[in-house]
Structures are given as C-alpha cells and as structure tokens.
C-alpha cells in the first residue's frame, strides 16, 4: 500500500527584506509571489502549494512587520498577525547577512512565548558574509526560555537548489494526511491581484525608493479573448505632484513598466497579455476601505 502524503500549511513569517517572498518562490518552482530590495513589497497573504513526492505544503508568504502607524501600515501588521495563526508550521526567516536586529528578536521572542509546535528557524542569505549564525544562536538562547528547540536550517533562496534544506525540514515535521489542494495549483491567489502585484514590482525597481509605498495599482478588467488577455488597470497615486513621477519623462517610465510586465505575465499565465495603464490621483487611497477591499487587502485573509 502507498503511504500517505505529508501534509502541512507553513506559515512563513520573519522581518521585512528577510527572503520570505524568494524563499517561498524557490519552494514552489514558479515565481507566483513578488520579490524586491524594497521593504514591505509583499501586501497579501499568498498561498503557493508545493508538491513533492513526500506529500504537500501550503505555504503563506506574510507582509514582513513594519512600524508604521495608520490606514495600510496598521493593517499589514493585521495581516501579519493573522496569517502566523492556525498554521501546522510555523517557519521564520531570518536576513543573518545582518546581526539580529529587533525584529528578529521579537519573533524570536514570539515564539518562545506561544510555544507553536512545530518551528522551523531559517538562517537565510547564507552566500553573504560575514554570516551571523552564531549571534542568532545566541539571541535563541537568549530569548527561549523553556520553550522546545526549533530545527535550525539555512538557505540561499536565491540560488537553484539552496532551500532544499528547508523543504527537508518542512516534511520532517509534515503529518500524514489528506492532500488539501490539487497538485496542479501553484496557487490561488486570484489572478487580478497576481496581475497588480507584477506591475506593481516594476513601478517599484523602476522608481527605487522614491513613493514605493504611494503607488497603488487596481486590476479593473481582463477580458479574454483567446490567444489574449486584455488587462485594464489604475495606478493609484496620492497627490497630483506624483502623476508625472509615475508616468515618467515622455511616458517612459510608464511605457517601461507595461513592457517588463506584459512580458512577465504572459511568462505566468502563458498567454500574450497587453496592458492598459491609467494613472489616477487619489487622495488618501491608502485609507479607503473600499479601494483596500478591492485591491485586496481587506477580508479573504487565510
Ligand atoms: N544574497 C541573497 N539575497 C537574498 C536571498 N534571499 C533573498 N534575497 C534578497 O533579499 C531581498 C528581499 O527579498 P524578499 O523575498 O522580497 O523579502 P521579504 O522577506 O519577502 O520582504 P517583505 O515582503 O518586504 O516582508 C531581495 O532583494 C532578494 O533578492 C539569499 O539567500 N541571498
Ligand atoms: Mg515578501
């Protein structure tokens, strides 16, 4: 008789800029959540589905933690707290290019205190150096207390091959079960806001750290029409001084954005994709519950 799959939901928590989003990426095979320099760049809860010989691992890729205060900054936190709840893996990515910094702690901290069973501690970018293994370690031995070890791994999610570590331990800890998903979904994440986070990472290495947090992008239409996706989409800007920052000198930058995107989507969804980009003032857009909810920041959190 076969044995049963190795099962498991793994939240992927940890500081922004750690490689949660790159780790996951690896993971799965297929890039199906955005990756940038940019703190903060992943806003949604994105379930990519690993299958595996072993079984399967639903993993929630988080919004890193920030200290904002306020309409979006607030809410990601939201997110971040919900997402690291009702999990059977609790998985913590660590930036140990850098010494621990307070967030780290706080996580570590975190889970001293809810004692999850099952912990997975990534020490991520273990290509760089200097690698601060050891002084995670000792933060560990700090802030544990009586809480139960967690396994130890490192990766380089960014090299082929550098996170199988990872997955090793993921299906170590995995109880047998009932697959959760079709192994043919990488993932669920609804294609409107798969389509706003590519244009919204290309807005985001083009324009550096200038308004990476002010621009918003709204997916209002994709209509298929065979062979092609037409895809209608607002990009949102907070005052009427950022329209031509995001629009670019003779509309380059908006004109790069929709190349590098329409290329990247029809990679994903293997279909020609051609992109239609308004750009909008919209004061306060990050306050609007309404516009929140329809780029999906509110509601349908795992
Ligand atoms: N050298 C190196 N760089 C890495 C590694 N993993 C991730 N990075 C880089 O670190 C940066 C941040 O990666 P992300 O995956 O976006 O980080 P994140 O934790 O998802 O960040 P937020 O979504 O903001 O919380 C990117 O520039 C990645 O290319 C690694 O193993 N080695
Ligand atoms: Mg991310």
Redesign the pocket.
């Known amino acids: 008789m076969e044995a049963m799959p190795r099962v498991a939901v793994v939240g992927v928590v940890?500081?922004?800029?750690?490689?949660?989003?790159?780790?996951?990426?690896a993971l799965v095979g297929e890039k199906i959540?955005?990756?940038?320099?940019?703190?903060?760049?992943?806003?949604n809860t994105i379930r990519g589905i690993v299958a595996d010989p072993r079984g399967q691992l639903v993993l929630l890729?988080?919004?890193?933690?920030h200290k904002a205060v306020g309409g979006l900054g607030r809410l990601l936190n939201r997110m971040a707290r919900c997402s690291a709840a009702g999990t059977d893996i609790t998985c913590v990515?660590f930036?140990a290019?850098e010494a621990p910094q307070l967030e780290d702690i706080g996580w570590m901290q975190r889970v001293a205190k809810e004692r999850p069973e099952k912990v997975v501690f990534v020490l991520?970018?273990?290509?760089?150096t200097p690698f601060y293994e050891k002084m995670f370690r000792e933060a560990w031995e700090e802030a544990k207390g009586s809480a139960p070890e967690p396994v130890w791994t490192k990766?380089?999610?960014?090299?082929p091959g550098?996170a199988t570590a990872v997955l090793d331990a993921f299906f170590g800890l995995a109880e047998e079960g009932e697959r959760l998903f079709d192994d043919d979904i990488v993932t669920d994440y609804p294609r409107k806001l798969a389509i706003a986070d590519s244009i919204r990472e290309k807005f985001l290495s083009r324009l550096h750290q200038e308004l990476p947090h002010e621009i918003g992008v709204l997916v209002k239409d994709v209509r298929d029409e065979g062979s092609r996706w037409c895809v209608s989409a607002e990009v949102l800007v907070n005052r009427a001084s950022q329209k031509p920052i995001v629009i670019g000198r003779k509309a380059e930058t908006v004109k790069y954005v929709r190349k590098c995107a329409e290329r990247e989507l029809s990679d994903i969804f293997d279909v020609k994709v051609s992109l239609e980009l308004w750009v909008r003032v919209e004061p306060n857009w990050m306050k609007n519950d309404r516009l929140l909810a329809e780029m999906g920041y509110l509601g349908g959190l795992v």
Not at 34 to 42: H, L, M
Not at 124 to 128: E, G, L, S
């Open positions: 940890g500081r922004t800029n750690a490689g949660k989003s790159t780790l996951v990426n959540s955005i990756v940038s320099p940019v703190e903060q760049t992943t806003r890729d988080t919004p890193g933690l990515v930036d290019a991520n970018k273990a290509d760089r990766s380089v999610a960014t090299a550098g």
